[in-house]
Each structure stands twice: as C-alpha cells, then as structure tokens.
C-alpha cells in the first residue's frame, strides 16, 4: 500500500470529514501507511500540524502510529523536523488538551527514537523557572520514555532523574499529577533505576496524600453548593503510584 500514493491521498482527504470516528480510522491507515514509505509520506503529514484543529489532530495521531512503529533509523534523520512544531503544539495555550496530550506523546516517542538528541532538550525544559505548560509537557513525554522497554539508552537517562522527580514538588498541581503518573510508569517499566531515587521520590508522593485546603473550593450552582477539590486526581494518581512502587520496585 505504501506503494500507492492515492490511497495515502485519500485517506488524507478523509482528515476532513464531519465524523470524528472516520477521522481516527483515516489517520491510523495515513500513519500506518507512511510506515513503510517514512521519507515520502512523513512530511506530508508533519504540514498537516499547520493544518485547521480536526485536520491537526488527525495529522497528530497519524503521526504517532509513524514514530511508535517506524524504523529507528529512518525516524532518526525527520527526528529534528518534527521537535519543533510538536514542542510548539504541546506547550501552546491555544490548543486544546487533546491536541497537547498527543503530541506530547509524540515527543515521548521521538525522544526514544534519538536519546541523546533528545533527552538533555527534554531536561532543559524541566526549569522551574519554565511556564507550567512547558513542564506538563515534559512530564507527559516522559511517562512515553519510560514507557519504553528498551534498555541501550538507561545510562543517558539515569542521570536526569533526579533533576526530574524534582517536579513532583512542583507549585502548579497539574505538573505535579503528570509528574506523579510518569513515575508509576517508571516503576513499572525502568524499576531498576527508580529504586536509588526513592529515598528522594517518597517524600514529595507522601506529601501528596493529604486534603489540601487551599485546593478545595466551592462552587455555587443556582440554590445547591458543590465542593470541588482540585487536588483529587493528583492523590488517585499518588496512590496508585505507591501501590506501583510497593509492587514492582520495593525490596
């Protein structure tokens, strides 16, 4: 099929049909396709990132059937090409949450494709100083490293982790949920270098397990008063964490 331009054409024409399930099905057979043609078909779809939200979306997930299941070495040298305007649609405040999550996804997978590239760029935008958008981003992208089983790049990765879990203290409680889940992927995936950070990691989980009151609110709705608690997602998220870390990293 990779051999048929028409067919990748069409199912690239279909990015703009009304149904949300037939853009999926598009951009999972567009993705699919460039995989066995990566120099041809990839940067067709890397312009469909420029694109309007749906045809953006489905140019995200199309992209991220090409960098989970592409050659390494053919990824390795678009890898650049496609930082850029992936790292620009994750952290933009315009995007909606779909759209970030994505293409943090696909930065997590790119990342795996060239980690020495990769790795320190991801490390630079973990700063406290960056904006809270910029560190979810990281956060999410590194849920996908460690979500990687492969084992070549450990020593590139090991040094960063603790410059990393540092953002499990961070001040803005999304960055620290995101934090949170990418260290049960860790735990789960790359137990070996998390267990010499729990001595730092375990303070910052056990100090997400607590009500906080300064992130519960009250919401008034007509007569009724509702109670939301921003921090409830961020203690599920810790809780599972510890259950993975008892599981899979303690002795």
């Given at each position: 099929i990779s051999e048929q331009p028409d067919v990748f054409n069409h199912s690239l024409d279909l990015f703009r049909t009304p149904s949300e399930q037939v853009r999926i099905a598009a951009s999972s057979a567009?993705?699919?396709i460039a995989v066995g043609n990566i120099q041809t078909f990839l940067p067709v779809?890397?312009?469909g990132l420029q694109g309007e939200e749906h045809s953006r979306l489905s140019a995200l997930h199309a992209l991220r059937e090409v960098v989970t299941h592409g050659p390494r070495h053919q990824l390795e040298h678009m890898a650049d090409h496609l930082w850029e305007p992936l790292f620009a649609s994750t952290t933009s405040e315009n995007e909606n949450e779909s759209v970030k999550n994505i293409a943090a996804a696909c930065l997590g997978r790119l990342t795996t494709t060239c980690p020495a590239r990769f790795l320190p760029r991801?490390?630079?935008s973990m700063a406290r100083e960056n904006?809270?958008?910029v560190k979810a981003a990281v956060a999410t992208a590194m849920r996908y490293v460690f979500m990687d089983?492969?084992?070549t790049y450990n020593d590139l990765l090991q040094p960063i982790l603790s410059p990393y879990f540092t953002l499990l203290r961070d001040t803005d409680i999304n960055v620290q949920r995101l934090a949170i889940v990418s260290l049960t992927a860790a735990a789960r995936h790359k137990s070996h270098l998390v267990r010499p950070q729990?001595?730092?990691i375990l303070p910052d989980l056990y100090a997400q397990t607590p009500v906080?009151?300064?992130l519960v609110h009250t919401v008034v709705m007509g007569p009724w008063k509702h109670q939301i608690?921003?921090?409830l997602e961020a203690r599920k998220a810790a809780d599972e964490a510890m259950y993975t870390l008892v599981s899979r990293v303690s002795n």
């Amino acid at each position: 099929i990779s051999e048929q331009p028409d067919v990748f054409n069409h199912s690239l024409d279909l990015f703009r049909t009304p149904s949300e399930q037939v853009r999926i099905a598009a951009s999972s057979a567009v993705g699919g396709i460039a995989v066995g043609n990566i120099q041809t078909f990839l940067p067709v779809i890397a312009r469909g990132l420029q694109g309007e939200e749906h045809s953006r979306l489905s140019a995200l997930h199309a992209l991220r059937e090409v960098v989970t299941h592409g050659p390494r070495h053919q990824l390795e040298h678009m890898a650049d090409h496609l930082w850029e305007p992936l790292f620009a649609s994750t952290t933009s405040e315009n995007e909606n949450e779909s759209v970030k999550n994505i293409a943090a996804a696909c930065l997590g997978r790119l990342t795996t494709t060239c980690p020495a590239r990769f790795l320190p760029r991801l490390q630079a935008s973990m700063a406290r100083e960056n904006p809270p958008g910029v560190k979810a981003a990281v956060a999410t992208a590194m849920r996908y490293v460690f979500m990687d089983n492969t084992q070549t790049y450990n020593d590139l990765l090991q040094p960063i982790l603790s410059p990393y879990f540092t953002l499990l203290r961070d001040t803005d409680i999304n960055v620290q949920r995101l934090a949170i889940v990418s260290l049960t992927a860790a735990a789960r995936h790359k137990s070996h270098l998390v267990r010499p950070q729990l001595p730092h990691i375990l303070p910052d989980l056990y100090a997400q397990t607590p009500v906080r009151d300064e992130l519960v609110h009250t919401v008034v709705m007509g007569p009724w008063k509702h109670q939301i608690d921003d921090g409830l997602e961020a203690r599920k998220a810790a809780d599972e964490a510890m259950y993975t870390l008892v599981s899979r990293v303690s002795n």
